[in-house]
């Protein structure tokens, strides 16, 4: 390059020293290494033009090819790529060599957009840049990464409102080892949020399976803020169970504000749909709507009384079915007539209806003794079993008692073992001398039975004898029983690790043994982990378990069951 008058503008009595060697890439091990490598890329090439024009143009002794100069910059990068600011935070004391500095960072944008995870809680990248006149250069070795967190006030709510509940989760995990006082506090709320938000999460899931278990774990740990979602499936849901579990887990949650929608349910099924009919009945009462059940069934009733089409029918049949659910006291006349019916489906109805009714008005009791004499074994079926559902319920009946004790040798096997839940329900005290006649009974559906009515009147090794019997059902029914037994039963059900994994789940609800519980928590079976997360969790507190459960929570695939079992096991341990 020459002037117009023919002059060369800079020197040229000088020999260029060599030019300066690639410079180091990032240590591998830093926050965002690729990321750093990657602006390098944008960077580099701007900072060694500059270096080069220095290096062949100026002589080694002019102020720009000191070896000494180095600035150090920030620059602050969008989601985008976007470079929104350079600002110098370590000057290098010559202000041309600064100046180039700024120029090169602000015209070396965009870079390629960040991963989700450099970001800081404001959605920045915060990138801090070593300009080095030596063999440092502009590499991305002099660079770092570092994000800027919000407080755990400020940023979980941000990442659940964001549905980031894997960063919601990992925020809450490093904050819960230390937390003392109010801070131990505000993280168990904000912990508590965290797992709430994955049960909504598995609510709203493709996989029926996973809502299932969200359903399931909203109601237990009554999980107000999963209402709204509970009333989309209740109302929405295609299929039938889910629809009436999810009707459940709103009476669990205390929803009052779903009944006008239950009513609705009610009044467009009554009765088609036996599952939903009742849940919907069995939710009302439960919220407090027991007088608006009662208009609903009376109403259905006296329309079934009045009228002889199908339609009457079948609103005589929605009555009983809702009736079965709910107490109805002032139904029991009308019930006690259906009792006598040509159609078996229908006293059998009539029997779990007067079950229910009887808890709170005994009134029930005649016509629930006139159906244990029923000459269909499957009306005194129904009506021995909601004999023992009303015992279990607290309702006491003495004269009942005596008359069901020839049911144990009914020749229906059905009816035997209602009947032994049944007297052992009602007078336990004398249940004992009553059972002699079924001891040696060898259904399987009578034994489950008789695992309860054993722990009840004192005789747990007998059940715990039953935990090898041949039949499934007989060994989680004797899982159950010994789950609700006195210590030294529950110490007997714990000490059977080989269990398959529907005992070892009730097992682990009563061990207090942590090495168990800690080994099962790597069991292959997804249910007994979570059970033994969950008796964790009551072992050793909520506080001391919060970091384990959030980070594994973080790590499990969004909408998973893993992560509602986990979320599940936590909220449920109060």
Request: proline share 7%; net charge neutral.
């Amino acid at each position: 390059m020459v002037t117009a008058s023919g002059e060369v503008p800079y020197p040229t009595d000088f020999t260029p020293p060599p030019p300066l060697a690639p410079p180091p890439a990032a240590d591998p091990r830093a926050l965002g290494a690729r990321y750093l490598d990657l602006v390098h890329l944008r960077i580099g090439d701007g900072w060694t033009a500059f270096l080069e024009d220095c290096r062949l143009r100026l002589p080694p002794s002019h102020p720009l090819n000191s070896p000494t100069l180095v600035a150090t910059a920030g620059l602050t990068v969008d989601v985008q790529g976007n470079v929104l600011e350079v600002t110098l935070l370590r000057p290098s004391g010559n202000p041309d060599f600064d100046d180039v500095v700024r120029a090169v960072a602000t015209d070396a944008g965009p870079f390629p957009p960040p991963e989700r995870a450099l970001l800081s809680d404001d959605d920045r990248v915060y990138l801090t840049w070593s300009f080095a006149r030596d063999e440092r250069q502009a590499g991305a070795a002099t660079a770092s990464l570092r994000r800027i967190e919000w407080s755990l006030d400020r940023a979980v709510p941000r990442f659940l409102a964001e549905r980031n509940l894997a960063e919601a989760a990992r925020r809450v995990a490093a904050a819960a080892p230390g937390a003392s006082g109010a801070a131990r506090d505000q993280v168990l709320e904000l912990g508590e949020r965290v797992m709430a938000a994955a049960v909504r999460e598995g609510l709203g899931a493709s996989d029926l399976g996973v809502q299932r278990l969200a359903i399931d774990a909203a109601a237990a740990a009554r999980l107000a803020p999963a209402a709204r979602e509970l009333r989309s499936i209740a109302d929405g849901a295609l299929d039938v169970g889910q629809r009436a579990a999810a009707i459940a887990a709103l009476a669990e949650v205390g929803d009052r504000d779903a009944a006008p929608m239950l009513v609705t349910i009610l009044e467009r099924d009554q009765g088609a749909n036996v599952e939903l009919t009742g849940a919907a009945g069995r939710a009302l009462d439960r919220l407090g709507q027991r007088e608006r059940l009662g208009q609903l069934v009376t109403g259905w009733f006296d329309a079934g009384r009045a009228g002889k089409t199908a339609a009457d029918r079948a609103r005589l049949w929605a009555a009983l079915i809702a009736a079965g659910q709910a107490p109805v006291p002032a139904t029991i006349p009308d019930i006690a007539r259906m009792q006598a019916s040509a159609e078996p489906v229908v006293r059998a109805a009539a029997c779990r209806a007067l079950g229910a009714a009887v808890v709170v008005d005994r009134r029930a009791w005649p016509g629930l003794r006139k159906g244990v004499g029923d000459a269909d074994a499957s009306v005194r079926a129904a009506c021995v079993g909601a004999i023992a559902a009303a015992a279990g319920a607290g309702a006491k009946d003495r004269a009942t008692f005596w008359q069901l004790t020839p049911r144990l040798k009914d020749r229906d096997e059905r009816v035997r073992a209602a009947a032994v839940l049944a007297v052992v329900r009602l007078e336990p005290a004398r249940a004992g001398a009553e059972l002699g006649v079924v001891s040696r009974d060898r259904s399987p559906v009578v034994l489950a039975s008789l695992a309860e009515a054993w722990v009840r009147t004192g005789g747990a090794a007998r059940a715990v004898a039953l935990l090898d019997h041949e039949d499934a059902a007989v060994r989680l029914a004797a899982a159950g029983a010994l789950a609700t037994a006195d210590d030294a039963a529950r110490a007997a059900l714990a000490a059977r690790p080989e269990l398959a994994p529907p005992l070892r789940v009730l097992a682990l609800g009563v061990t207090t043994d942590r090495a168990a519980v800690e080994a099962a928590s790597t069991d292959p079976d997804p249910a007994v982990r979570a059970a033994a997360t969950h008796r964790m969790v009551a072992l050793r507190g909520r506080a001391e378990t919060l970091a384990d459960v959030a980070t594994q929570l973080a790590a499990a695939p969004p909408a998973s069951a893993e992560r509602v079992r986990l979320a599940a096991a936590w909220l449920a341990a109060r």
